[in-house]
């Protein structure tokens, strides 16, 4: 069975960092797209970054309002995704998922192209 746990959430002063880990167990993702997503209260789940194989070098992508901020990485023999958040605001308050695709490969920005999901972590940002 494959699980997805997230940990490193929590609430930090506007202008903090801290980093979310997500680790994997039941398969190896080494190949596969992960991405992060977030949720605020009230909107839909949106975009914070990805982490791909593009001509067999590892890519990211991120979401405007996170690029020069936020850092994706992966640690494949953890099987382990991180998220680097630096320079936190207000606005970053929200539950982070951490996903992950099956086979489909590629940037994948979109929620309904990941097959798995980790259950969540809460990051609140005070001002």
């Known amino acids: 069975q494959v699980q997805l746990v997230e940990s490193g959430g929590g609430t930090v002063q506007a202008g903090g960092s801290l980093r979310l880990s997500c680790t994997a167990s039941?398969?190896?993702?080494?190949?596969?797209?992960m991405g992060w997503f977030r949720r605020a209260p009230g909107k839909e789940r949106e975009f914070v970054a990805a982490i791909y194989i593009f001509w067999s070098a590892s890519s990211t992508d991120y979401a405007d309002s996170v690029k020069d901020r936020f850092t994706i990485s992966r640690d494949n023999a953890k099987n382990t995704l991180y998220l680097q958040m630096n320079r936190l605001k207000p606005e970053d308050t929200a539950e982070y998922f951490c996903?992950?695709?099956?086979?489909?490969?590629?940037?994948?920005?979109?929620?309904?192209?990941?097959?798995?999901w980790g259950q969540g972590t809460q990051v609140t940002v005070s001002s």
């Open positions: 996903a992950a695709s099956g086979g489909r490969t590629g940037r994948l920005p979109a929620p309904h192209e990941y097959a798995y």
């Open positions: 039941g398969r190896t993702f080494s190949t596969s797209t």
